[in-house]
């Protein structure tokens, strides 16, 4: 947000902004917003809440992070329109509070800049206490307000002559109700000092020499979060690695850097005298100086790759995007970034130099230090043979991965990937190919489903680079097939992929029930369905779910697509969205895997907001191709979520000032559709014959803890199909009713722990 510093001062210059109410602010002014009171007491006493607990101003730029709900009975809420000044705040919901002073007498600019519709009313408060701002009652007089503005716009810039020795109170408000961040810019010619007001300065740092002392050899750690309390106030690190926040004078609360910005996965904080999280405890000069040291704990490049794209329309074409960074501690080399389309889905331009071999896209990049990015642009076109309601995938990933990861000693070194062609226009192939460095250790299920429903289960064991084909008849069908990775693979539980025949063909409603394996931060895979119209502004969800019930494994992160289109009749500058998490998902696992345009956000409790400004979206009727975008982001789900619970997520879309969209719920639900690889070759229980056919035998551990147990059979949607109650070690189970396929042996002992093993039947 600094960057926007200069775009700013320039602002302030050229923008006036007339008292001269609009057609919209006299709406505005009609207009009685309603607010939930219910978050103020949570704000009572934070920073910027209320006459009590200002936020200091001074020269320079500041970035705030919303408030909201914050409707106090206070006399700012209480000043009629028209009252000395015309057209002060027909209302002043989700109120910041800033102080400030100056020894010297002379001319002040304020803009105070928001994506959304905030205003402003500024006090010379020098003759007014704080309790007769906070607790007023009935009759009052006002203290002199010196401006205010309760227009429309997202950009309020006003001057005025600042006496010295006086005291000034600025309240910024948001009438929209949208909870998004903004900036105050503060020029003068003259000193600007805050109110009562202490200081955290610092640099966060790589410690590289792990002396914690900031010296030759050291690298800054740029583009750090820095906050307050996890309040309104924070600040981002400079190139060089430095930070101010500038505080309250009551402020005995904690600062702390953001792991979002500076993971744990690959800094450790060692310096104990210099912690990522400390309270504030001001020396009497009211400035503490706290530098945050850090180390890294793994010398690597990282290279993380991402594509996205807002829709697949048949016959038109697409704009995507490819995002490439270096989250590593060391430098990333110069290297290749390579594409692989599906059947039907065809590249048509590129904004970089590319060269390709007759399947797969290449396109150099250059070397990355940490944190560096890049990104090019494509523009791919769907042909019109393919069907709508079907799918298709790109892959992006770089090849140059560095050599310096350690993986489990416990992984075989194996790693499958699966490939579908058409043999012929009515058969599909699947070669499964072992791309690992060692063979497989065991034989592993596969199992091919037709519509979602198994059709084929059976076993494979694979050499290094040795492949294994399975054919099928296509029969306008969605096929799948899928293999389980020996365990602890570090990337994927199984490899899959589907059949691309007859891509002309709908499938009916039939989905992808598998996750998408893309789990090595250098892959990605986009896969999305091929449409024709489309809902503007909606929301999308991977893994697609199976069955009816949209059911996913427990352990899939899910993935969701936010899209968004301008279909008024005039630009948009800014765009929000406000996306409340579902209880279900792990929030502190968030990573965003792709976007249309530049972007920031907040997750604050389980509210993500995402703030595109400023984007200037062209409407569609001025330009279709320009006026949509779109971002995407990850979670992990909660590791105890329990089986048929609901994931279910929407998000509110705002273009400027007006209402919010709401888009579509994405609905999943939590169950067991493959198997988990943790129960993949239990040692605990044997199962034979395998496959079965009409009977199973169950051989349990010879220990007390299994003298008496429940026997569950569940099938890959999990569903219940069998209970028995077992009171032996050896016991067996009719298997003549199951189907072909899959299914989940589970044994719960006496003493509530459950072992669980998959088996095959074959007929």
């Known amino acids: 947000m600094k960057g926007l510093a200069v775009f700013l001062a320039v602002f302030a210059i050229n923008l006036n902004i007339s008292l001269a109410q609009t057609p919209e602010d006299i709406e505005k002014m009609n207009s009685t917003p309603v607010f939930s009171s219910s978050n103020n007491t949570s704000r009572s006493g934070t920073p910027g809440c209320d006459c009590e607990n ?10 705030f992070l919303p408030t909201t709900n914050t409707n106090l009975p206070n006399i700012i809420n209480n000043i009629t329109p028209g009252f000395q000044y015309p057209g002060c705040l027909g209302s002043a919901p989700n109120q910041t509070w800033f102080e400030f002073t100056s020894p010297d007498t002379g001319g002040v600019t304020i803009v105070v800049w928001g994506q959304v519709d905030y205003d402003y009313i500024l006090f010379d408060a020098t003759d007014f206490p704080c309790e007769e701002f906070n607790t007023f009652t009935g009759q009052f007089q006002p203290p002199p307000i010196l401006s205010c503005s309760y227009s429309t716009s997202p950009v309020e810039n006003f001057n005025f002559t600042l006496f010295g020795g006086r005291r000034y109170i600025l309240v910024v408000t948001n009438f929209s109700n949208i909870p998004a961040p903004f900036l105050i810019n503060v020029y003068a010619g003259i000193e600007i000092t805050p109110f009562s007001s202490k200081s955290v300065i610092g640099r966060v740092y790589a410690d590289n020499n792990d002396n914690c002392i900031f010296d030759d050899g050291d690298s800054p750690i740029a583009n750090a979060l820095v906050e307050y309390s996890g309040t309104i106030i924070y600040d981002e690190t400079l190139a060089d690695g430095t930070y101010k926040l500038l505080l309250p004078g009551n402020a005995d609360g904690q600062v702390q850097i953001s792991q979002s910005t500076v993971p744990n996965l690959l800094w450790s904080n060692n310096c104990s005298e210099f912690p990522a999280t400390f309270t504030v405890d001001f020396p009497e000069n009211d400035t503490l100086f706290a530098d945050v040291p850090y180390s890294s704990t793994i010398d690597c490049a990282l290279p993380v790759v991402q594509t996205s794209v807002p829709f697949l329309r048949r016959c038109f074409t697409n704009p995507r995007v490819v995002q490439y960074c270096n989250y590593g501690t060391e430098t990333l080399p110069p290297g290749e970034i390579i594409l692989h389309y599906d059947e039907g889905i065809i590249p048509i331009s590129f904004s970089t130099p590319y060269s390709f071999d007759g399947e797969y896209y290449s396109i150099a990049i250059n070397g990355l230090s940490p944190g560096e990015c890049g990104s090019f642009q494509i523009v791919d076109s769907v042909t019109c043979e393919n069907g709508l309601g079907s799918y298709g995938c790109v892959e992006a990933s770089y090849v140059q991965v560095p050599d310096c990861y350690e993986f489990s000693a416990e992984w075989d070194g194996s790693d499958l990937t699966v490939d579908a062609i058409c ?32 059709e084929e289960t059976g076993n494979l064991q694979l050499n290094a680079g040795e492949s294994a084909e399975f054919s099928y008849t296509n029969d306008d069908d969605l096929l799948t097939f899928a293999v389980w990775e020996t365990p602890n693979n570090p990337f994927n539980i199984l490899a899959w992929d589907l059949s691309d025949c007859n891509s002309n063909i709908n499938f009916g409603g039939n989905s992808i029930s598998y996750a998408i394996q893309d789990q090595q931060p250098w892959l990605d895979i986009d896969c999305d369905l091929i449409i024709g119209s489309y809902d503007p502004n909606d929301k999308f969800a991977w893994p697609f779910g199976q069955g009816e019930s949209l059911k996913v494994e427990r352990d899939d992160e899910i993935e969701y697509r936010i899209r968004f289109q301008n279909t008024g009749n005039d630009t948009a500058f800014a765009v929000v969205i406000v996306d409340t998490l579902s ?16 972007y920031s956000y907040e997750l604050v409790d389980r509210v993500l907001t995402v703030t595109f400004n400023p984007i200037i979206l062209p409407d569609s009727s001025t330009n279709l191709d320009e006026s949509i975008g779109y971002v995407k982001f990850a979670l992990k789900q909660n590791e105890d979520n329990p089986n048929n619970y609901v994931i279910e997520n929407f998000a ?5 000032f007006n209402p919010p969209i709401r888009t579509n719920t994405e609905i999943r639900t939590i169950g067991e559709v493959a198997l988990n690889i943790e129960s993949i070759g239990s040692k605990n229980i044997k199962l034979y014959p395998v496959p079965a056919s009409n009977i199973i035998s169950i051989e349990l551990p010879a220990n007390d803890d299994f003298s008496s147990s429940i026997i569950h059979v569940y099938d890959l949607s999990g569903r219940k199909l069998i209970r028995q109650d077992s009171k032996s070690l050896l016991n067996t189970l009719n298997t003549a009713e199951l189907s072909s396929g899959i299914y989940l042996l589970e044994v719960i002992n006496n003493k509530g722990r459950a072992e669980r093993s998959p088996f095959v039947v074959q007929h």
């Open 423 to 454: 043999s012929d226009s009515t058969t599909a192939t699947f070669t499964v190919i072992n791309v690992g460095s060692s063979a497989m250790s065991q034989s592993m299920p596969y199992e091919l489903k037709r519509n979602g429903q198994v």
């Open 54 to 63: 200002t936020i200091p101003l001074s020269t320079g730029e500041f970035q």
């Open 652 to 656: 509110d879309i705002y273009f400027d």
């Open 583 to 598: 209880d279900m998902l792990d929030v502190e696992s968030l990573r965003f895997t792709g976007n249309s345009h530049n």
